[in-house]
């Protein structure tokens, strides 16, 4: 597996002229974010990726996650990886300060975990459960499991897990069956939850599950669900370890991919005693109280997504420019005058085509998550209500667009690197089909991505009759006159595609507007395409920016210009290659679901 | 893993509606192909593939082709169910029955062969490789060569296998730096072969190498390579078996999926004395002789995905039909007045859509493949020269399309399907994981789908100035009149969008040829977006064929309506979610290829 560098100079291009981070540090509690703490920051993070994480990758992936005497050990090296992870502070970056947490913005701490990600992201979702964890309690847990629990789990001394789902309680959570039993001033819990990602491990030496369950009084459905805090081993009131709680792992799945990553089906009560917890939040409200992590999660997934791409990215890249194969479709100066020299496989058209769509859709998918999570810090941080509520309205609308396109474009960008790499693609030592098979969970989880497409068909664009919609498209009209402004045939093409990508994004969302209110099957039905169409469209408006940004950049003489150049064309390469293919879409939404619940079931 | 069912009923109607199976029949030397010997013949494939090799497809991919003592030894039960395929007489349904073949169509062939890929594609792929070393002794052995090596190959007694590619020749064969040193009425053999799949097995007694190497006399590049035939056992003048021969698998690859399948490094002349074996057709001549059995090498491929999408199509319509999760967005009336009752997935328009796309992807690209392959009968077997020709252009034609846009289909109906399973899909035990796994080298091996669209766009499109695809074109046009003559909203709809479609493929065939003879790196820049739209619009206008030869079948008391129906409905499908899409593939054509050569390497 070839060997990964953070991309530093496009991290900070993105966080700078995209994300505003100095808009950012401008925000009450965000001082810190400077520019010269940016970079530090950005420099260690890469650092410790690319020389500690990323090389137990591929050996992670080999050896994997294994159960071994009702204890979950993780594969070699991590345990120390994570050791100096901890140890250097990096778990505590975007936490509350109240708890130990650094306090530094959200996009900041995106970039850094794009990192971790694209380095090994079965390294990468230990700390990303943890962090929902600890939004969880921060936001829900009353002042002694704070005191008892947060400390540890922001400075990364302990972890949380999500334990939600059970067989039948999957993506409707409504089914839970686990149950909890009042216990003086705690309760006792039964039951068992699938699929928990480090459920069990070897890596701190306790860990606390956010664990949803039904109270005895509960009612029925959505309405009855509580959520509680089980730690591993019980925690005494000065803070010390007590004994072994009645939770434990029964056994890991094997997966496709994230063998490195102990998914677990965890038992809570199998000894009989139960599993010793305590409410978090008010009771039956368990459900309401994890939507104050879901947004966080879902960018977090959709950034797991832009990593793996950037990782595959730069794999199949290094590849190509190495792999020496096949004569030059127009024999270059280097190559003699009858093209009879075979070349680097990068000079074909064909694979390069498939290295600049890695790279336009990687840097697209970057540039809207890291968007759309410093929108999240605005709407955290600003001083003024109203700015705060229209950048609320901005990521709750952009969330499920960043989840499941950014997670699509993981995938996708990580099977061109399988193809990239020809028949070497489909050998396990070469690495880039570890690439493919982590990715293919990332739009699965944390909300499949059928249902983030329902989420922005309902929710987020039925619910209002498309106003937050409607007000990005104006956004978007409005950079119109910035590009007519600027010279250059790339600007001009990139201006043509951005007016008619917002032309069928406006039709669409028109004509979704009104199927969300009045015909669901047909919203339902054309959710999918939608979602596509948006993000095609979002993300090329966000390039556009990109190119503008670019396009300044070339006229001040200081500027980094090779780096402006490709910024420059690769916008213009996203723009007439992948947001060009909206105009394919508004059939699909507006006809093409006419016959998606046609055929009876028999006939499926 | 769930089941699988031959889908006898589809396959029939593909043949006999889009592939002509009774013009096929009337043919010279395929009298035999009955639609009473097609049924049965279909009906005991159907029950092979089921009961025999379906079972075997997980336990394959569990335990894997392992090397044990020099010799490879396939997963259990490969042995028995081959020794079965073999008995029965599967393998020599198309070849020519002067060796034992029983020269039935190769358009039935295919939907045999569908089925063992279906089933088993790990087992699969030892008979296609078999087929390709038959095709080419059949058409360049010398009579010695056939009397010796035919019947027991195309009886299946022994297998042949393709010794093409090597470390730094595999695109490009005209990198192939193996030797051949004449001895006698032999040749010495000297050097390695990669990716060779079923280079060894205990599957049958003898194997029969077609190796690529070079004559000690021969020019540098493509015109110096010679094709020869090295058995592994050497095989005395009575036909019985010599002794060993010095070829043998030096190690097995680790691969990302067909786990049951060997995929060897094989080593010729490894012992010091050279691999005997024998001159194939005529000297520097070889890579020549391999377009022979081309075509028909990738057509097959593009079956495999076929095979692959429907295994996971199968798989995934049955687990949503089972799998309980969710309330409706509309209730039913089965639901209860509230909706509040859980529903199997299926009824939810999001898995829906998956499903209705699987489905007519699939059989999109089943009518394309099966298409195209009965036009290789035509071609074979027509008394009119003029017939023959314009048949064998269809097929050139469209065999890059076949190959590409099948095995693409394969790996995204299989990606659909793990979606479908939602967490379970990510999960191996599933089996919906092995499918994506399986599916993904197709696109790679037997010229990547970069070379597929680069042999569309320069040696298809144009060279003939256009001429084959705008026949095609022509008969998409026709087809209009047809479609507008009979009633209904569904074949309005079809009318709408191949028009449109025919529309586009014309304004890029003419931007391609102009392109292809005066811009090469701008026709190899869009070849991919090309592919793509030629693609959906030519299984557009297939799946256009097969709407109006359903709502003949709706006039018909005698015909199967649920069928007709679903066929319609899905065609209709196909046309407002498919091939709708070919409008959003114009500028990626037309412009996109702009910038794919823009940005210097070291920016990549």
């Given at each position: 597996?070839?060997?990964?560098?953070?991309?530093?100079?496009?991290?900070?291009?993105?966080?700078?002229?995209?994300?505003?981070?100095?808009?950012?540090?401008?925000?009450?509690?965000?001082?810190?974010?400077?520019?010269?703490?940016?970079?530090?920051?950005?420099?260690?993070?890469?650092?410790?990726?690319?020389?500690?994480?990323?090389?137990?990758?591929?050996?992670?992936?080999?050896?994997?996650?294994?159960?071994?005497?009702?204890?979950?050990?993780?594969?070699?090296?991590?345990?120390?990886?994570?050791?100096?992870?901890?140890?250097?502070?990096?778990?505590?970056?975007?936490?509350?300060?109240?708890?130990?947490?650094?306090?530094?913005?959200?996009?900041?701490?995106?970039?850094?975990?794009?990192?971790?990600?694209?380095?090994?992201?079965?390294?990468?979702?230990?700390?990303?459960?943890?962090?929902?964890?600890?939004?969880?309690?921060?936001?829900?847990?009353?002042?002694?499991?704070?005191?008892?629990?947060?400390?540890?789990?922001?400075?990364?001394?302990?972890?949380?897990?999500?334990?939600?789902?059970?067989?039948?309680?999957?993506s409707?959570?409504?089914?839970?069956?686990?149950?909890?039993?009042?216990?003086?001033?705690?309760?006792?819990?039964?039951?068992?939850?699938?699929?928990?990602?480090?459920?069990?491990?070897?890596?701190?030496?306790?860990?606390?599950?956010?664990?949803?369950?039904?109270?005895?009084?509960?009612?029925?459905?959505?309405?009855?669900?509580?959520?509680?805090?089980?730690?591993?081993?019980?925690?005494?009131?000065?803070?010390?370890?007590?004994?072994?709680?009645?939770?434990?792992?029964?056994?890991?799945?094997?997966?496709?991919?994230?063998?490195?990553?102990?998914?677990?089906?965890?038992?809570?009560?199998?000894?009989?005693?139960?599993?010793?917890?305590?409410?978090?939040?008010?009771?039956?409200?368990?459900?309401?109280?994890m939507f104050?992590m879901m947004n966080n999660a879902r960018l977090t997934v959709g950034l797991q997504g832009v990593?793996?791409?950037?990782?595959?990215?730069?794999?199949?890249?290094?590849?190509?420019?190495?792999?020496?194969?096949?004569?030059?479709?127009?024999?270059?100066?280097?190559?003699?005058?009858?093209?009879?020299?075979?070349?680097?496989?990068?000079?074909?058209?064909?694979?390069?085509?498939?290295?600049?769509?890695?790279?336009?859709?990687?840097?697209?998918a970057?540039?809207l998550a890291?968007y759309t999570v410093?929108r999240s810090?605005?709407a955290?941080?600003?001083?003024?209500?109203?700015?705060?509520?229209?950048?609320r309205a901005r990521v709750d609308l952009l969330t499920p667009v960043v989840k499941a396109w950014c997670t699509e474009t993981g995938?996708?960008?990580?099977?061109?690197?399988?193809?990239?790499?020809?028949?070497?693609?489909?050998?396990?030592?070469?690495?880039?089909?570890?690439?493919?098979?982590?990715?293919?969970?990332t739009p699965i989880y944390e909300g499949s991505n059928e249902i983030q497409a329902l989420d922005l068909a309902f929710r987020k664009v039925g619910r209002d009759?498309g106003?937050a919609a409607?007000?990005l498209?104006?956004?978007?009209?409005?950079?119109?006159?910035?590009?007519?402004?600027?010279?250059?045939?790339?600007?001009?093409?990139?201006?043509?595609?951005?007016?008619?990508?917002?032309?069928?994004l406006?039709?669409a969302t028109?004509?979704m507007v009104?199927?969300a209110?009045?015909?669901?099957?047909?919203a339902g039905?054309a959710a999918a395409p939608y979602l596509q169409l948006f993000a095609l469209v979002t993300g090329?408006?966000?390039?556009?920016?990109?190119?503008?940004?670019?396009?300044?950049?070339?006229?001040?003489?200081?500027?980094?210009?090779?780096?402006?150049?490709?910024?420059?064309?690769?916008?213009?390469?996203?723009?007439?290659?992948?947001?060009?293919?909206?105009?394919?879409l508004?059939?699909?939404i507006?006809?093409?679901?006419?016959?998606?619940?046609?055929?009876?079931?028999?006939?499926?």
């Amino acid at each position: 597996m070839a060997p990964y560098t953070a991309p530093i100079r496009e991290m900070r291009f993105v966080l700078e002229r995209l994300a505003g981070l100095s808009e950012l540090a401008a925000l009450p509690g965000y001082e810190e974010a400077t520019p010269d703490l940016v970079e530090a920051v950005l420099e260690e993070a890469g650092k410790l990726a690319a020389e500690m994480l990323a090389p137990l990758n591929q050996s992670g992936d080999r050896e994997g996650a294994r159960l071994e005497g009702g204890a979950v050990r993780t594969p070699a090296g991590f345990k120390e990886a994570y050791d100096y992870y901890r140890d250097n502070g990096w778990n505590a970056l975007p936490f509350d300060p109240a708890y130990g947490g650094q306090g530094l913005p959200w996009a900041l701490a995106f970039a850094i975990q794009e990192m971790w990600h694209a380095a090994n992201m079965s390294f990468g979702v230990c700390p990303l459960l943890n962090q929902s964890a600890v939004e969880l309690l921060q936001a829900h847990g009353n002042e002694e499991q704070k005191r008892l629990y947060l400390p540890k789990m922001i400075a990364g001394e302990w972890t949380g897990t999500m334990n939600l789902t059970e067989p039948q309680a999957g993506s409707d959570l409504s089914l839970v069956r686990s149950r909890a039993e009042p216990d003086g001033d705690g309760f006792r819990l039964f039951g068992q939850k699938v699929y928990i990602t480090y459920g069990d491990h070897d890596l701190a030496e306790n860990i606390v599950h956010m664990v949803l369950a039904r109270l005895p009084d509960a009612p029925a459905g959505t309405r009855g669900i509580s959520l509680f805090a089980v730690p591993k081993f019980l925690v005494n009131p000065d803070g010390s370890l007590g004994p072994r709680n009645d939770v434990r792992c029964l056994s890991l799945e094997h997966k496709l991919g994230m063998h490195g990553s102990p998914t677990a089906l965890m038992g809570f009560g199998e000894d009989g005693e139960g599993a010793w917890g305590t409410l978090v939040g008010e009771p039956h409200r368990g459900l309401v109280h994890m939507f104050t992590m879901m947004n966080n999660a879902r960018l977090t997934v959709g950034l797991q997504g832009v990593a793996l791409a950037e990782r595959a990215r730069q794999q199949a890249s290094a590849y190509a420019k190495d792999r020496v194969q096949g004569k030059p479709l127009v024999p270059g100066r280097d190559e003699g005058a009858g093209g009879d020299r075979s070349v680097p496989i990068v000079r074909h058209p064909g694979i390069r085509r498939l290295l600049m769509t890695m790279r336009a859709e990687t840097e697209a998918a970057r540039a809207l998550a890291y968007y759309t999570v410093s929108r999240s810090d605005v709407a955290r941080r600003h001083p003024d209500a109203g700015e705060r509520a229209r950048a609320r309205a901005r990521v709750d609308l952009l969330t499920p667009v960043v989840k499941a396109w950014c997670t699509e474009t993981g995938c996708s960008v990580s099977s061109l690197g399988v193809q990239v790499h020809g028949g070497m693609g489909y050998i396990e030592e070469t690495g880039a089909a570890q690439h493919y098979r982590d990715a293919r969970v990332t739009p699965i989880y944390e909300g499949s991505n059928e249902i983030q497409a329902l989420d922005l068909a309902f929710r987020k664009v039925g619910r209002d009759k498309g106003e937050a919609a409607r007000t990005l498209i104006a956004e978007m009209r409005t950079l119109d006159d910035d590009l007519a402004a600027l010279p250059g045939d790339d600007l001009a093409a990139i201006r043509r595609r951005l007016a008619a990508g917002a032309t069928a994004l406006e039709q669409a969302t028109g004509w979704m507007v009104e199927a969300a209110n009045g015909d669901p099957l047909a919203a339902g039905g054309a959710a999918a395409p939608y979602l596509q169409l948006f993000a095609l469209v979002t993300g090329g408006f966000l390039m556009a920016k990109a190119a503008i940004a670019a396009m300044e950049d070339l006229r001040d003489p200081a500027a980094d210009h090779p780096f402006a150049e490709a910024k420059l064309l690769t916008a213009r390469f996203f723009a007439e290659n992948a947001m060009a293919r909206a105009d394919g879409l508004l059939i699909p939404i507006t006809d093409g679901h006419r016959t998606v619940m046609a055929l009876p079931e028999d006939q499926l």
